[in-house]
Structure formats: C-alpha cells, structure tokens
C-alpha cells in the first residue's frame, strides 16, 4: 500500500495560518495603525482599492530612497570634512607663543673628553700611531651630518661595528656655556641637549643670549624639533646679529572646538593633537637627551633607511631597529638615501605655528689688531605680534549628523522619536506574548 505524499500547498497554508504568523501580523497591523509613517496606513488598509495601496507602495519607496540618499551626503559630509578653518582677527585677545631656539655647534669635539674616550674603547694614548685615526672616526661621527662618505676608510673595522654612535657623540660635545636672558630677570632659562638630524644641539625658549663660540642657529616652532629641512644660519664669534621675524598660527578655540575635535578621528578632522599618543608624534628620551615632539617626517625618513640598508642613523633612536655602523652609513650614502624623495601620508598638527623672517642685521666686531675685550657672538631676536590667525573649528559635529538624520526622517517618512518609541515597545510585546503563548502551548 502506497503512502500518501504530503500536498506542499497544504503545508504552506498551514504555516501561514499558523499561531506564530498570525500573532506577527496582527502586532505588525497594531504598529502600522500606531506609526505616523507617510502612507504606511493606507498600504496595510485592506478596504481600498488594490491599486491605491500599490500607488503608495511606490510613494513609500521613493521616500526612503530620498531619505536614504540625502542622509548618507550628510553622513559623507560628516566623515570627510567637517572642519573649517577661518580666519581669526581679535588680537587684542591673543596670548604670543615664543618660538624656540634651536643651537648647534660648529665644533662639536672637546680634544680632552675626546682623548679620555678614545683610551677608555680602544687603550690609545694621544701619542699612539693609531690615535688620530679613531679621532677622526670621531670626527666622522659627531659631523655625521655633513658627509656618510667620511666612514668609507672605517666600514671593514670590526672594532667599530658594535660601538654605539649616539653615545660617542654625546660623550665628546662640549658643554654649553651661553647665557640666556630676557625683558623678564626672574625667569630662568634652560638649555636642553636634544638630538636631531644634524646631530646633538641644544634647544630652549629665550628673547635674547650670548655664546663664546661659532654656531649654527634655527628659529621654529616650540611644537617640532628641527631637521634638514630647517632652516639654519651661521654666526661667528665676533658676530652680533638682530633678526625680526613674523608668526602665522594656526589655532583652535580651547573652549568651544576642543572636545568637539577630539570626538572626530585623525582622517575627519585632518590634524592630530601634541598629546596624542600615536607614532607620528611621541616623547623620547635617550641617556638625558630629550626628543620631543618627533615629527612624523623623521619616522618615516627612518623606515626608509631601514628599508633600504637595513638600519637607521644613530639620531633616529626613537625608531626600533639596528643602528647603522660604518658599514650601514656608507651603504646609506651609496643608495643616496638623503636625496631621495620619500612620501609620507603625515597630518598636521592642530596647533601649528610657522615662523619667517623678516629682517636681519649683522654686524661683526673683529679688527686687525684685536679688540681689547673679550670675543663673544650675540643673537637677538623679536616676533613681530600677528594681527591674523587661523583657527581651525567644528563645522559639522556628530550631533549635526544626528539632528540631519531627523530631519531627513521627519520630512521624507514623518519618522520621529515616537515612532522609535513605539517600534520598540511593540517589538518587546510581541517577544513577550510570543514567549508566553510559547509557553502554554508546552
């Protein structure tokens, strides 16, 4: 005897007529009679025309895509730019920001430390045949900015493969003896020795000083450390020079656009703060020298070296990796890695101060037959006060976006809070009674 096969139309009328469905639509045909939805009332009415509930079928699904497209301009409006940055002219209110003062050396070789480091590594006394030729890989070392081509006589030694550059350049500088002073005699001021791309310098933030020496100066934002690409100009050491320079700023206001700016994400607000903790831009500190405020140009610059021989020039501590030995330096000089144009997807800072100079006047002091006091070099500079800023604030917030989108809702779809509201509470119902209809069946 044959077994009757089931009718599948059968089982899906009673599927449909089931408890389960039919308890959906009646909540669902509840939430539509609630919903201030344009139109949806008049698509679930079954005593009109069919033809009337598909004309605002299609009324409703041309509003959501109205709904939809505008809604996500805004939402692109928001993820791309919402900054601006405007031009800001009531300087009467202004804080001045002193740019700081970047020194570096000429000669960066004290003879005697340099003869005690030498005797302490290799056991040379400055009588030693050997000795001038570890003291000009000192040399080599403490100008390494100048030439990687000096360490071409030095890359076969194995006595200097493992030696550590930064340290023997640190151990040899002379100490700083300038004075530093301004307007303001309670003030004391303070050089740091930092490391940067032209080797160890000193750094601080002062309106005037002196130096006994011959030097290379740079004047920057207190926000950066300087690089190649700074600009630096010599003085000597019967040199007094008087510079003026202008400021541009680009600022936030601190009150307003600070918190807003810190809820967007580095693409959305194009600039990242000096606090953050990102590798663009750290705090670092090697054996007392203080690196502050690493740009992200000088990490990416690192990696290129690392990239392409292996290890990165000892002034780049704060990048993980082998320090160069003779041998790397000279691989480096080879592959014209200074040279070479590297992109970097590097932001801006929030707060970016750019000085230029305006003038400059030198006037030096040496005569034939001496001077009858002592030679000293003298720098004095002063900020012309801005008149215009730039600052940089929150066009369009997340609460922008959020008011946007209920404004797009209520205007296409008479979407409001209520009708959330109602969606939710029907939404809970109808789990309940499913749950407990669930239940007595059981």
């Keep these: 005897m044959k077994q009757k096969r089931p009718n599948l139309k059968s089982k899906i009328y009673e599927k ?15 939430f539509i009679t609630k919903s201030s939805i344009h139109g949806v009332k008049y698509i679930c009415d079954s005593s009109l025309h ?14 959501c895509w109205g709904a939809y497209k505008i809604g996500m301009t805004q939402y692109s409006r928001f993820a791309a730019n919402p900054t ?6 009531d300087y009467r209110q202004w804080n001045g920001t002193l740019p700081s003062l970047t020194v570096c050396y000429h000669n960066r070789i004290n003879e005697s430390k340099a003869q005690d480091l030498i005797k302490r590594l290799w056991g040379y006394e400055q009588d030693d045949e050997e000795y001038s030729y570890f003291f000009n ?12 081509s000096k360490f071409n006589r030095f890359a076969n030694d194995k006595r200097l493969e493992y030696i550590n550059m930064l340290t023997i350049a640190k151990e040899v500088h002379p100490l700083i003896n300038s004075i530093v002073s301004s307007y303001d005699t309670l003030v004391e ?37 300087p690089s190649d690409k700074t600009p630096f100009f010599s003085i000597g050491m019967t040199d007094e020079i008087e510079s003026t320079y202008n400021m541009l700023e680009t600022m936030f206001n601190k009150r307003r656009s600070s918190d807003a700016l810190r809820t967007l994400n580095v693409i959305q607000r194009k600039c990242i703060f000096n606090d953050e903790s990102i590798e663009q831009l750290l705090i670092y500190s090697y054996g007392g020298l203080i690196i502050c405020l690493i740009t992200c140009s000088l990490v990416c610059r690192a990696k290129e070296a690392l990239r392409l021989c292996g290890c990165r020039p000892y002034f780049y501590p704060f990048v993980n ?16 890695w200074r040279n070479r144009i590297v992109s970097c997807a590097c932001p801006k800072t929030c707060v970016e101060i750019v000085y230029t100079q305006n ?8 005569a034939d037959g001496g001077i009858p006091f002592t030679q000293k ?66």
């Excluded at 003038?359 to 040496?366: D, E, G, M, P, Q």
């Design 16 to 30: 449909l007529n089931s408890e389960d469905v039919k308890s959906f639509w009646r909540f669902f045909g509840e």
């Design 50 to 63: 069919p033809f009337e509930r598909v004309f605002w079928f299609i009324i409703l699904l041309l509003t």
């Design 84 to 89: 601006v940055i405007s031009l800001e002219k």
């Design 137 to 148: 890989y000192i040399q080599a070392v403490v100008n390494v900015n100048e030439s990687f």
């Design 189 to 225: 001021f303070k050089m740091n020795e930092i490391i940067t791309e032209k080797g160890i310098c000193y750094n601080v933030n002062s309106i005037a000083w002196h130096m006994i020496s011959t030097l290379y100066i740079a004047i920057h934002s207190p926000l950066e450390i």
């Design 321 to 336: 990796g082998t320090s160069c030995s003779p041998a790397g330096l000279l691989c480096l000089d080879v592959k014209k």
């Design 359 to 366: 003038s400059l006047k030198k006037i030096n002091w040496a």
């Design 377 to 442: 070099s003298s720098f004095r500079y002063e900020i012309l006060a801005p008149r215009a800023r730039l600052r940089r604030d929150v066009l369009f917030s997340l609460d922008d976006l959020i008011v946007s989108f209920g404004a797009v809702g209520a205007l296409f779809l008479g979407y409001n809070f209520r009708d959330q509201a109602v969606m939710i509470y029907f939404l809970i119902k109808s789990v309940i009674e499913f749950v407990y209809i669930r239940c007595i069946k059981q």
